[in-house]
């Protein structure tokens, strides 16, 4: 009899592999300060509250594309945004992006069978990989140049061919660099790949303006966004894809069968954040306050950090030594003695925050440490404290 094929075992979720760190960190007064996942801890604005009880769409079906007002909204932002007009048929919503991105390699597999390869960055939030497993297909990583860029031309010819699509993501999670969207955009059309472009942190650019790969024509392009970092509304759920019109159909078309909809509370509450930007201005100069404070308390013990050009994580080279001390017993017990966890395992016993290891971001990432601005600045000065009174001890006594 044939070998029967092996049943897909979920790997452990990357966060769950935290929950050493949090333990040490939980042990100093004051608790953990959790800088690991990116989840936003500010409200969003009142009037989107409000939305979610006075929408009166609860009884009925919602639109599985989105309602004209919410697909509205979407539009106007893009335009007020990025400057470009986008029609109604070349935008549709989807239940949070996380959703959309493990879902994409199954879909666009349905339409092309030939195809059975995801490219994605090399270092990147991971479920782009995870979306290629649950497919079936081949997830290969794209290097990235020194600037944070994916370096395309290293992209094996066989890969492309095979190719359902290529992810980019700008600002990146977790390097916070800009990618060059223009170039991923013709790289596609060249090769007839669909580019899918993350752009969910587009809002928290500080490097010049806010980029989209729209700005470089439709075709054969999606954007995906979010109102969950820009409007503080991750527990909503709810984002949209837009751009290429029979991508956008062929999506939205699939994903009504499959009863994939936005429920409709939601999608008025969604309108409402994004017909509003005061409220993202606020929330710019709060990640940018706690983005300095956080690099200056690495700064002080001695670890060099750079403001990234966009998002809100800090991505840290993990020193090759032991900055604080007081983590070996921890980490050796772990049986990870890599750099970058080390030096997690210090900041959380000597910071008590609990941050990132890069390699949950791809093997590439390895040697860095990624560090969520998203808990209060009062949270943050806590940590910058601790580490300080940390660095000041005398060696000895650590």
């Known amino acids: 009899m044939p070998d029967r094929p092996e049943a897909f075992v979920p790997p452990t979720y990357p966060y769950d592999r935290l929950a050493p760190l949090s333990a040490v960190a939980a042990r100093l007064p004051g608790g953990a300060v959790d800088l690991s996942v990116g ?37 106007a932002w893009i335009g007020r945004r990025f400057s470009v007009d986008v029609e109604r ?41 995870m979306g290629a497993a649950l497919a079936g297909c081949r997830a290969v990583p794209v290097p990235q140049r020194a600037d944070g860029a994916l370096d395309l031309g290293s992209v094996d010819p066989d890969d492309a061919t095979r190719a359902l699509c290529l992810w980019v993501n700008s600002p990146s999670n977790p390097t916070g660099a800009l990618d060059d969207l223009g170039a991923a955009a013709r790289w596609g059309r060249s090769r007839g790949v669909p580019v899918l472009s993350d752009e969910c942190y587009a809002e928290f650019t500080w490097d010049g303006r806010a980029r989209t790969i729209l700005e470089h024509g439709m075709d054969g392009v999606l954007a995906v966004h979010s109102v969950s970092k820009r409007s503080n509304c991750a527990g909503l759920r709810v984002g949209f894809y837009a751009g290429d019109a029979g991508l956008v159909a062929y999506f939205a078309e699939l994903r009504r069968h499959a009863g994939f909809m936005v429920p409709g509370p939601v999608q008025l509450a ?3 954040a994004l017909e509003d930007d005061a409220h993202v201005v606020a929330q710019r100069e709060r990640y940018r306050t706690r983005l300095e404070r956080c690099a200056a308390a690495l700064r002080a013990i001695g670890v060099p950090v750079d403001l990234p050009s966009g998002g809100f994580y800090l991505w840290v080279r993990a020193p090759l030594e032991e900055t604080l001390g007081g983590a070996g017993d921890a980490a050796g017990a772990a049986g990870d003695l890599a750099p970058a966890w080390r030096f997690s395992w210090e900041l959380a016993a000597r910071g008590g925050a609990l941050v ?5 971001y791809g093997e590439d990432g390895a040697g860095h440490v990624r560090i969520a601005v998203v808990q209060p600045l009062e949270r943050i000065e806590l940590v910058a404290g601790r580490l300080a009174a940390a660095r000041a001890e005398p060696a000895g006594s650590r």
Do not use: F, N, Q
Request: a negative charge; glycine letters at 10%; hydrophobic letters at 35%.
């Open 39 to 75: 989840t936003p801890c500010d409200a969003p604005p009142p009037a989107v509250v409000e939305a979610l009880g006075s929408s009166g769409a609860e009884r009925g079906y919602p639109s599985g594309t989105g309602s004209a007002r919410l697909l509205d909204a979407a539009r």
């Open 89 to 129: 048929r070349e935008v549709a919503a989807c239940i949070g992006t996380k959703e959309l991105v493990a879902g994409v390699p199954h879909w666009l597999r349905l339409r092309d069978p030939s195809r059975d390869t995801v490219l994605y960055p090399s270092v990147s939030y991971p479920t782009y990989a």
């Open 270 to 272: 969604a309108a409402v």
């Open 356 to 360: 990132s290891p890069g390699e949950l």
